[in-house]
């Protein structure tokens, strides 16, 4: 009965046990709970907020097989021949739950709400420890390819806006002259990344002596490599290398095409002052600094830009025009490059 709660089948599964029927009573225990979990889960109202759901999905989920384990625990403990019965409806229960889980993520946009949710279903997890049941490895498995879906989502889309920033960049010094309060919130903002001096970029009474892309780049780049880190597992470590390499090289690419535009001439000086800021990105995520280099390993053995696997719609024309470069795009890279080499 769904109503009266796992006690209410303890009469008829004690009942087969003593009559020696324990593999019919374990089937009977196992029926009844999944139509339990089914029915728990079903009566969850779908919240405006994916992390509020999933967060009281994954509660209701864990704490429904948990309550499982124990009954289970309660009711078939002189007939310990059951418990692998038991450990294989629970797999098969966390493989419809994460196939939920992973349904409500399949369209979300925002990497951070991806690792929130993750966190939240990994802490509800834990709960099961204390009965003997660890799944959070077997979680990390079937969740594995959602989540390389969802980092290389988040890149590809962090690497177009990069994109578009570029293309209206005029690479002038930011003004904040007339706002005062726009320059503090961007000064609060660099520090909260790593960028501690960034009050030293600032001069004239309002202007800050780095690009609105580099701005821009500072910011997403500190934001991806932070939820990345939040997802790790081992299993990812490939994934995050590339992702990340792929977000900064595409920064170094943009640095290299200024460098090599005739009308940008004048602001050679300022450009590379752009490309030696990133050196501070991230210097507040010391779990960041062996996973950023050896991007820069993976991705860059020489002067010359070494394609890693990131999406591009450029023409084979585009890619050519864009690791054949000058020789100051090369030396523009280089000092890129050995800057972020020492963050």
């Known amino acids: ?38 029915h728990s889960q ?34 078939f403990a002189e007939n310990p021949e059951s418990s692998s019965a038991f450990v294989v409806w629970a797999d098969e229960q966390l493989r419809a739950f994460v196939d939920q889980f992973t349904r409500q993520l399949a369209n ?71 706002d005062d309060k726009q320059l503090s919130t961007l000064t609060l903002e660099m520090r909260n990344i790593g960028i501690d001096d960034f009050s030293n970029l600032v001069f004239d009474g309002g202007k800050v002596d780095l690009s609105r892309t580099t701005i821009s780049f500072c910011k997403v780049a500190h934001s991806f490599v932070r939820d990345v880190l939040r997802l790790y597992i081992p299993e990812l470590y490939g994934v995050f290398i590339e992702s990340t390499s792929g977000l900064f090289q595409e920064q170094i690419i943009i640095i290299q095409d200024a460098m090599g535009e005739d009308q940008y001439l004048q602001e050679h000086p300022f450009i590379l002052k752009n490309a030696t800021v990133s050196k501070w990105l991230g210097s507040t995520k010391r779990r960041a600094y062996g996973l950023i280099r050896h991007a820069y390993l993976h991705a860059n053995t020489s002067d010359r830009l070494v394609p890693v696997q990131s999406p591009s719609n450029d023409s084979p024309n585009e890619n050519h025009r864009r690791t054949s470069k000058s020789n100051s795009n090369r030396h523009s890279t280089t000092n890129y490059l050995q800057f972020l080499w020492r963050c």
């Open 1 to 38: 009965s769904l109503r009266g709660g796992p006690r209410a089948d303890r009469k008829a599964v004690g009942l087969l046990l003593r009559l020696g029927r324990a593999a019919q009573a374990c089937n009977l225990f196992l029926k009844n709970r999944s139509k339990v979990m089914v």
């Open 42 to 75: 079903q009566q969850l109202k779908v919240e405006g907020s994916v992390v509020l759901y999933v967060t009281k999905l994954a509660s209701v989920f864990f704490d429904g097989l948990l309550e499982s384990v124990q009954e289970f625990q309660r009711a």
């Open 108 to 178: 979300c946009k925002n990497l951070g709400i991806v690792a929130d949710c993750v966190e939240a279903a990994l802490k509800e997890c834990k709960k099961l420890c204390n009965a003997g049941l660890d799944f959070k490895y077997v979680m990390h498995k079937l969740m594995l390819d959602s989540l390389v879906e969802s980092i290389n989502e988040s890149r590809d889309r962090l690497i177009e806006a990069c994109r578009l920033k570029a293309a209206e960049e005029t690479w002038k010094p930011l003004d904040f002259r007339t």
